[in-house]
């Protein structure tokens, strides 16, 4: 991780988290155990990991916009109210 790009790292701890089941018609689910309510659906483990990684990114942008909790992951804490400096200092 870079350390430079706090959503993009966000997303790559909740993705090493993953995990996928082969269902028996033979296509994969994939699921984020600490990220309620994200999961994906695909014919292919490699669509299951690409549609589970659209699905978390929005998930982190809705809960972002509507104000909900969410996990705190490794040391990233999305949950903290920005701060805003006054113009002066810009």
Partial sequence: MSGNYILSDYV?????????DKL????????????????????????????????LEDWVLVGLKLGHELPVLSNINLNHAPGYEPVASV
């Fill in 12 to 20: 790559e701890l909740a993705l090493r988290e993953a995990e996928y």
């Fill in 24 to 55: 028996k018609d033979n296509t994969f689910a994939g699921r984020i155990p600490s990220c309620k309510g994200v999961v994906a659906f695909a014919s292919t483990l490699r669509e299951c990991e690409s549609e589970l990684r659209s699905t």
